[in-house]
């Protein structure tokens, strides 16, 4: 109550905030006459004028005033809209690093060409980051003229290009793209040899498009590049199988809020029946366990048409949060296999994360980072804890003057669809356009038949009929039209309104049911009443809707039942509505903890992965890696001279066997030394006298393969070898994670213990990489062309050797003949190194020819 009234007295800071902006404003309202009065060449001129200064030390802020005056003039000459000062003021919330609420149709699109020209004249490149290619490809066509007018280059990054395409948009001065786009770029190029095939060129500026849908819808889902891991796919058919025979509060319970299923101890002695085995709890079964865990969250937690769809004989998720199909994306552990099994389409292989980085950690990469979207408020304290990002709502240009009426509330959802319908009907027979928001593929199709039965017609937009997503939803301000949409389906596109729309009310907005966020709520609202257009709102609700359901309606349906109410009629009371907005909030709360765990493990894995990252880079950067070579020689040789010294036992009786085949298996030598050589050794004189041996030996490799060659091969030895363990660390780091979370039976923090395990495991990848490399780099042998040709006519020789000699005992010549053969001196050990002298092991040189 005090925090009320204080507002209305001093402003909210919100309010303060924007106050302080207005002198900004000003200084580049009053450039606009005198730029009016310059040519076109004058214009474009500008640029590199503030370029020149950027050069001299002036600083983007002190340009501000002038830069936004230039891109809003282009605007108004190329464009023909000329920024208006809402958008100036939005203009400088993203140039500062901040989030701006603007309201649907306030032209957050056009707002963002001033602070993206201003950062791109740094030359170190601004993003654009949008929700999907479509709006990316658009903007950068609609927007990058005003760029190329001021001498600016623009490119676009979609899917399907290639690597050379890549690097010329990335090269742009200003380079829009989806947020998958950018992130999988990144991980491609750090899974490249050479600095040439990068396409990105850093992360200087971003400003990102339905910031909330990017950043906190999408957060959930890491971005993850996979190839198939050697698993067979008959055990998913097998359980498949099983799964109807389990039955619900027999054999397993199901928690809808959690979205969890659970076995109970029915359902663990069923699955141990019907699988084949004796204890599914067993280390040797614990996979079918997981399996038949998978098999049954694949059946009861997951929809068909609402968390996927089949299409093309493939199992294809559907963005919760949008309604939009993500291609390529797909479940990890197994679940995705196991929808695949469900719904009797190929099994593909499970697939190893090669590369794998969140959105949070990504696009906090970026030295300046800013968002732009209708609706942001209602995460900002998320938006600050995760990205240290403020949210600043702007006012907007026009009077907001859109009617949302309360919300109606049916029994059940045979009755609220039929009043849907009904209104539908009603405002459609006076000629006002209808977009109706739903939650699922599922409800959308169900109402379009309805409509159909009624022959009322309408376009539906869901997840199988997303080609024409942006071209029916900007239709559908239009006289009598009718579009069925899932969520948010055409974020980013303006619906106009068509002739003759304001004089019947503009356009109505009818939600079938409410969302888990009040975010996705509003986003839909938020569809109509754009730049002052009349418009309103309404949701229908049921006591059987999921929301409701489960977060108790059983108050609400005993009103209902005390007051004799009928199955078609509404009620609307002020405590129903209280209780749905804090229904959200729990949900919203919930999702907010699922991605916050999600960042504190990525955290623990984003340390490894910029360390491991980091070392490619300066491989690839620098001219050769010797320094690093020869510090992985100084530690091995550390740890081999520790290993084997003893400080209380004279040094001749050190365990010296055990050390050669030590020296042999790391470096590929063992020192020839004498007893003389290994008298009053200290731990310092030994192993200064190993570093001095093995180096020495190094050397002779420089001359053996050519020292050019000998640099190429430590680099490419070295970056292999990183890349082949990192691939196996990232297996073991989600094998870790999958079970930590029992650690907390034991009172232990599973994160805690994660990290800590984590860190044991990383070193442990580290010291295995430094060893197999120094190994590699030993034994590595450079075969010129003339001996790939002789060893290619000597193996052709003793295989036509071996194929006359099987045919004259084909042939019946004779039979074989035992005869002992008496060897002079040792036996020599196939992997022991040749006695000729060649460097190469005896089963490889002469040992061929025994």
């Known amino acids: 109550m005090i925090g009320k009234i204080l507002t209305k007295v001093f402003g909210s800071s919100n309010d303060r905030y924007l106050k302080q902006l207005r002198p900004i404003v000003s200084k580049i309202n009053d450039l606009e006459n005198d730029l009016r009065s310059l040519s076109d060449p004058e214009i474009a001129a500008k640029s590199i004028a503030f370029k ?3 050069a001299k030390g002036e600083s983007l802020d002190d340009l501000l005033p002038e830069a936004f005056a230039v891109a809003r003039e282009a605007g108004r000459r190329v464009l023909g809209e000329r920024h208006y000062d809402v958008q100036l003021v939005g203009g400088i919330v993203l140039h500062q690093g901040k989030i701006a609420e603007m309201k649907t149709g306030e032209g957050k699109t056009l707002t963002s060409t001033l602070p993206v020209y201003l950062n791109a004249l740094s030359g170190k490149g601004t993003h654009v980051v949008t929700v999907n290619d479509y709006l990316a490809a658009r903007d950068s066509e609609w927007m990058g003229k005003v760029y190329q007018f001021l001498g600016m280059t623009c490119g676009k990054i979609i899917h399907g290009l290639d690597d050379k395409e890549r690097r010329e948009a990335y090269a742009a ?8 786009e950018f992130g999988f770029d990144y991980l491609r190029d750090n899974m490249k040899f050479e600095l040439a095939d990068f396409c990105q ?3 200087n500026f971003a400003i990102v498009d339905e910031v909330d849908s990017i950043l906190i819808d999408e957060a959930r889902t890491p971005l993850i590049i996979s190839g198939p891991a050697e698993i067979s796919t008959d055990l998913y058919v097998k359980v498949d199988r099983t799964i109807p025979q389990f039955k619900k509060d027999v054999h ?5 809020k959690a979205r969890q299923v659970s076995l109970t101890e029915e359902g663990v002695a069923l699955g141990e029946e019907l699988l084949g085995v004796e ?14 865990n998978q098999g049954l969250k694949a059946h009861i937690v997951f929809k068909k048409d ?22 390529g994306r797909r479940f990890s552990d197994g679940l995705h296999q196991a929808l695949e099994a469900k719904e009797k389409v190929k099994i593909e292989q499970e697939n190893q994360t090669l590369a794998s980085i969140t959105f949070q950690n990504y696009f906090r990469m970026y030295d300046k980072l800013a968002g732009m979207t209708g609706t942001a408020d209602t995460e900002a304290p998320e938006f600050k804890k995760i990205y240290n990002l403020d949210v600043v709502v702007m006012p907007t240009n026009q009077p907001m003057v859109r009617d949302d009426y309360a919300d109606v509330i049916y029994k059940n959802e045979a009755a609220k669809y039929r009043a849907v319908v009904n209104e539908i009907a009603e405002l459609h027979k006076i000629g006002r356009p209808v977009l109706v928001g739903t939650i699922s593929i599922d409800v959308s199709e169900k109402i379009s038949k309805m409509l159909k039965k009624e022959k009322i017609e309408h376009e539906v937009l869901n997840a199988k009929h997303h080609e024409r997503e942006a071209e029916i939803i900007a239709g559908a301000g239009q006289l009598g039209k009718v579009t069925i949409a899932t969520n948010m389906a055409g974020r980013g596109t303006d619906i106009k309104l068509g002739e003759g729309v304001v004089e019947v009310g503009g356009l109505h907005i009818l939600g079938t049911s409410r969302h888990e966020s009040r975010r996705i709520d509003n986003q839909l609202r938020g569809r109509a009443g754009r730049q002052g257009d009349p418009g309103s709102s309404r949701f229908y609700l049921s006591l059987e809707d999921d929301l409701l359901r489960i977060f108790g309606s059983g108050r609400i349906s005993g009103i209902m039942d005390k007051l004799g109410m009928e199955e078609d009629e509404p009620i609307e009371h002020n405590m129903i509505s209280r209780a749905i907005e804090n229904a959200q909030r729990k949900v919203e709360g919930h999702n907010f903890d699922i991605r916050k765990h999600l960042l504190e493990y990525d955290d623990v894995m984003n340390k490894q992965r910029e360390i491991i990252y980091q070392q490619r880079s300066e491989v690839l950067n620098g001219e050769d890696v010797v320094e690093v070579i020869d510090d992985m020689i100084e530690e091995l040789v550390g740890n081999v001279a520790a290993e084997f010294y003893q400080d209380r036992v004279e ?17 590929h030598h063992k020192p020839d030394w004498t007893e003389q050589d290994r008298e009053e050794l200290t731990l310092e004189s030994f192993t200064e006298k190993i570093c001095s041996f093995v180096k020495e030996k190094y050397k002779l490799q420089d001359e053996v393969n050519g020292k050019e060659t000998q640099r190429q091969l430590e680099k490419l030895i070295l970056l292999q070898i990183v890349d082949s363990h990192w691939k196996d660390h990232l297996l073991s780091m989600d094998h870790l994670k999958e079970g930590i979370g029992l650690r907390g039976y034991g009172q232990k923090n599973p994160l805690n213990e994660y990290k800590r ?17 120094v190994s590699a780099l030993m034994r590595v042998r450079v075969v010129r062309e003339d001996e790939v040709e002789r060893l290619e006519e000597e193996r052709r020789r003793r295989q036509e050797q071996e194929m006359a000699r099987m045919n004259r005992i084909g042939a019946g010549e004779g039979q074989a003949t035992v005869s002992t053969v008496k060897r002079d001196g040792d036996k020599i050990g196939r992997n022991a190194e040749c006695p000729c002298g060649s460097g190469k092991k005896y089963k490889r040189c002469c040992g061929q020819e025994v």
């Open 52 to 54: 020149e200064r950027i």
């Open 173 to 180: 001065d200003i380079t829009y793209g989806t947020n998958n």
């Open 201 to 203: 060129r850093g992360f």
């Open 252 to 256: 397993y319970t199901f928690d809808e």
């Open 279 to 292: 204890n599914l709890y067993d280390p040797t079964s614990i996979e079918k366990l997981h399996h038949l």
């Open 306 to 327: 609402v968390d996927y769809i089949v299409t093309n004989n493939q199992v294809v998720i559907v963005d919760e949060f949008t309604g939009r199909t993500m291609e």
């Open 651 to 667: 040094s001749q009786e050190w365990d010296w066997e055990n050390f050669n085949q030590r020296m042999i298996e790391l470096f």
């Open 757 to 773: 395990e984590g860190y044991e495991l990383f070193g442990h990848m580290v010291e295995t990489v430094k060893e197999q490399t």
